[in-house]
């Protein structure tokens, strides 16, 4: 238990060392060159067409299940 709350510490330590770095670069630099919504829009669409696709193969799959079984 001695040793979780020491690494616990430690990685709490690090993570607001980290936010505090961050937040002084964005101070620095408050244009950094965030990313544009329109890129996030093409990310949404493309994991939502694979999702919609391995979905898609998924379900034929099991619909055909006992067909293939002879392949």
Do not use: C
Not at 4 to 30: D, G, K, N
């Amino acid at each position: 238990m001695k040793h979780t709350a020491i690494r616990f510490h430690r990685t709490v330590r690090q993570l607001a060392e980290r936010v505090e770095e961050s937040l002084a670069e964005l101070q620095q630099r408050p244009d950094r060159g965030d990313i544009s919504i329109t890129t996030v829009i093409i990310w949404v669409a493309a994991v939502t067409g694979a999702l919609l696709i391995a979905g898609t193969i998924a379900l034929v799959i099991a619909k055909y299940n006992e067909d293939l079984n002879g392949i």
